[in-house]
Structure formats: C-alpha cells, structure tokens
C-alpha cells in the first residue's frame, strides 16, 4: 500500500510478552498477499474512474488509503472475516450536491462490468465487496477550501449535506506520534526469539492500536453497542503514547495513562488532533452507558496487565493474554514455540547464563548442542 | 551426529568444575568428592517463566542427572504426566548412547542448556498441553514430529 509510513525503527521484542504480542498483531492484519491485492484493486478502481472516458475525469480523482489502511493498524473486523479498506476517492469538486456526488461515483462504478455485481450503497460512501477478503469502502471527498491544506468535506447522504474530515493530516499526527518512540530505541544484545514474519515495519504505537482493537472486540463481544469506537481508541493510543520501545511497556503506560487522564467528573473529551474542534467522543454525551463501560473496562484492563507481568509461568501468561485478546494467543504462542524448534535444528538456539532461550548463540549465550528428549 | 568413540578420552572432574564456574557463574557446587559433583543454580527459561531451581549431579563417566528442586513440577491439570522424566524424577534430556552426551563433554555446555530447554517445554506443555520439543518415547520407539 503506498504508505505515508516511513522506515521506522521497529520493536526488538527481546521479552516472551512482546514477541507474543507482534505475533498477536501480525495474525490479525492483513498478509503480505491481501495487501498485495488490495493495492491491486485499489490502484485498479483508481484507473478506471480516472480513465479519459469516464465523467470524474476531469475532477482529476485521486484515490488514497484513510485509516487503519493508511496508519498499518488493520485488525479484523467484528463477527467476520473481511477486513475493512477505506479509501478516500478525492475529487476537485467546488460546491456540489452531496447525494449526486454519491450517485455519480456509483454510476460509474456499476458502468464497469467486474464491479457492477460488487456494489453497495452507504451513507458515506459506496461499497465495493471483494470476494470474501475484505470489502472496500469509497469514500468521495472534496476540498474544503476555507480551511484548505488537507482538510476535506465528506458527503453524508442521510443528512443530505457535507462532512468535515481530514483523514491524511489525521495520519500525520500518528506518525508523529509514533516516531517518539526512535528517541528511545534501545539496542538489544542478544535477540531472545525469533521475529515472525510481517513484523518489519511495526512500530509499539502501531502494535498497541492493533491490541486495543482486539482487545475491545474480545471485551465487548456481548456488548457490542457500549463498545469505544476505533478512532477514539486509536487517538488516545497516539496522544498518551511517551515512546516505549515495546508493545507490552507502551500498551500498559498508555492504558495507565488514559485511566490517569479521565476526570472524577463530567467526561473525557477525545477530540481529533487533526481538527480540534471535533470531538471524537461525543456519542458520551448520548450514551452515558457507553462511557461508564469505557471507564469500568479500561481500569479492568490496567489491573489485567499488571497481573500478566508477573512472571509465573508461560502458561499463566497465556491464560492472562487469552482473557484479553482471545484464542488468537494459542496460535502465537505454538507459532513461536514453532520457530524456536526450527532453530535448534538450524543450531541457532542459545541459552544465557541466566538459563533464557535465545535464538542467537554466541555472545552471552551458550549454544544448545543437538538433543533428543528421552523417556515418557 | 557422529558418533563418539571411547577413543575421547573423558574430561577430568576438575575441568568440569572449572568450565562451569566460568559458563554459569551462578551454579554453586554443593559438594565434590573424588568423581561425585554436585551443583546448585538457577534457570529462567524465558522472561515469563518461573524461576527454577536445579540441581545437576555428575559422576565421572555416568548420566548427569538433573533435578528440579523447585518449585514442584506439577502434572497438568488434564490430568497427565509429565513427559520425559526418568523413574526417580530426573529429566530426560537426551537420548541414551546415541553420543549426544559423552563424559568427553562439558556439563556446563552441553546439560545446563538442555535443562534450560526441557524447562521451557515443559511450561510450554503446560499451555498448550503438547510436548512441542519433539524427542523419544521408549515405549513408541518412533521420533515424535516436531
């Protein structure tokens, strides 16, 4: 996907609890092959509303990914299996009725054979469902020209009007906020396990905003409706993160510091970095509900993480992990015992003097010569 | 593997007791008597694993054995054994003449690393409820796997 996301330095993981965590992460995102033919689609889609013949034409449409596409923090969505790809179809359209604006996008996507049976009508935006892996969602956009720079309006076709919105200004301040964290880095000496795949471009920040997500879909899964919605999570993740350079340390601050940050009265306001007047939380105000189980829920989830990091046993700590993220735990947890096996047979396997596995025999840590465990 | 001949002559108890004051500083020897050694250390096999104490007794030539004084290892609350221990509780670490261990090696090198990877699987069985370090189960006679 052509992200904004530059190299950043990425999580070490040199903890059992971190490299748990990027494994957590990397099996909920999308592979290395669904982006590949997200990218695919998206560049295709993009070519055909651009194309001479096509009336958008000449409002010279540009397509880019918005959200956890554009930031890397895709997890999978509620009850089913297709992610979720926003993409913003950017249009240099003055004033313009919202709902013709819609019509004129889906018309031109149903005047093409291979999307006519994909199509899907919302209220922002139109939607295009992709065999069973994910499903696109196209959202129209024009400049607002008071506020220029990357501010958008957005229809609504409900309201019949349009929406603020800056879904690449909101993108930046993530990745600022991410960045924090190459102040901190720290070098590892020995590297303790082995670092799945996918894993390279993964910053903490990046890495807790995928936990919060799985995290509120395991706690809420009964509750749907109280849940905190993602862009709330997703900018108190970025305005609380201080630069830890690993997953566990980062998600742990940064919930204990949303707790901190709550008021004893009235509510906390989340408002979006990217348009402050915007209040990200306001559904609150409707919802008392909702807020208290955001209150309840994030100190339950302050006391959890605590508790997992006391060392017991692994199996302690995946019965912890497993409270919060769900059974997608069983999977990392075999995954890396896995890949540990694969490099004692590779002869890269080490122990340190304090007896912790390695995968990288040499300084300060012994190398585990070839064994077979024996007896029942 | 290649297979050791007896031609390698065994390495002499006080070059055992030296290379493991200088591989794991931590381990105490807890008594020596002509060919009779005993050591006491700890082994962490990951940083969210409990804390084990071991004890490694070698007599020159014969199997090291190796304990784990505590905590108690427990069976798993399925209700199933713990896999490759020997009768008396000790752990199986390798396979019996087949020259994965040979007196012409060092316990500090070759033993501490083994108990620190039985360990790991052993916490690991408990999570999983399968033995994921491969090995050999006498009774099966067939290499589990991996």
């Known amino acids: 996907m052509s992200s904004t996301l530059l ?79 926003d993409l913003v179809l950017w249009l240099a359209l003055g004033a313009a009725d919202p709902v013709a604006v819609l019509n004129m996008v889906e018309a031109e996507l149903r005047a093409n054979g291979i999307y006519r049976p994909m199509v899907e009508r919302m209220n922002r935006c139109i939607r295009l469902n992709f065999a069973s892996q994910f499903h696109m969602d196209i959202l129209p956009a024009r400049p607002d020209v008071p506020l220029g720079g990357d501010f958008l309006l957005v229809p609504d076709r409900n309201l019949r009007d349009w929406k603020e919105s800056n879904p690449k200004g909101y993108a930046a301040w993530f990745e600022t906020r991410s960045f924090l964290r190459a102040i901190m880095e720290k070098a590892a000496s020995v590297e303790p396990l082995p670092r799945p795949q996918g894993a390279e471009n993964k910053t903490a920040l990046q890495l807790v905003v995928q936990l919060l997500k799985r995290w509120r879909y395991i706690r809420f899964i009964n509750t749907p409706d109280l849940a905190p919605i993602s862009i709330v999570l997703t900018t108190l993740a970025g305005l609380h993160y201080a630069g830890e350079a690993e997953p566990f340390d980062a998600l742990r601050n940064i919930v204990s510091r949303i707790n901190r940050s709550i008021p004893a009265s009235g509510r ?21 509900a909702a807020y208290r189980a955001f209150v309840e829920t994030m100190r339950e989830l302050e006391s959890d993480l605590i508790a997992i990091e006391r060392p017991e046993t692994i199996a302690t700590a995946k019965k912890r992990l497993e409270k919060l993220f769900g059974d997608i ?48 | 593997m290649a ?76 209700g199933s054994a713990i896999p490759h221990r020997f009768g008396d509780g000790t752990l199986c670490l390798y396979l019996t003449n087949s020259g994965e261990w040979h007196p012409s090696m060092y316990v500090a090198e070759a033993i501490i690393p083994w108990a620190a990877h039985w360990l790991y699987h052993y916490e690991l069985w408990h999570a999983t409820g399968e033995w994921m370090g491969g090995g050999v189960h006498p009774a099966v006679k067939k290499a589990q796997t991996r």
Request: hydrophobic share 35%; glycine share 4%; charged share 30%.
């Open chain 2, 3 to 78: 297979r050791r001949t007896f031609e390698q002559p065994p390495i002499q108890m006080a070059q055992q007791i030296g290379r493991m004051r200088m591989v794991c500083p931590d381990f105490e020897r807890t008594s020596w008597h002509n060919d009779l050694v005993r050591w006491e250390g700890n082994l962490q096999p990951t940083d969210a694993s409990a804390r084990y104490r071991i004890a490694v007794e070698y007599r020159l030539r014969r199997r090291p054995a190796v304990t784990v004084l505590e905590p108690d290892l427990k069976i798993h609350e399925n």
């Open chain 1, 329 to 376: 735990v069983e999977r990392a947890v075999r995954e890396q015992t896995i890949e540990v096996e694969k490099a004692r047979d590779e002869r890269k396997l080490g122990v340190t003097r304090s007896g912790l596995i390695t995968t990288i025999a040499g300084a300060g840590a012994a190398p585990v010569k070839p064994h077979t465990f024996y007896g029942s």
């Open chain 1, 268 to 288: 906390l306001q989340v408002c979006n970095p990217a348009h402050p007047e915007e209040d990200l939380s306001e559904r609150w105000d409707k919802e008392p």
């Open chain 1, 7 to 85: 190299e950043a330095p990425v999580s070490s993981s040199t903890r059992w609890l971190d490299n748990i965590l990027l494994r957590i992460c990397i099996g909920l995102q999308l592979t290395p092959t669904q982006h590949a033919m997200a990218e695919e689609h998206y560049l295709a889609v993009s070519k055909w509303l651009g194309r001479d013949e096509s009336p958008l034409a000449k409002f010279r449409p540009n397509i880019f990914p918005q959200g956890s596409l554009r930031i890397q923090t895709t997890v999978r969505p509620w009850f089913r299996e297709e992610f979720d790809l």
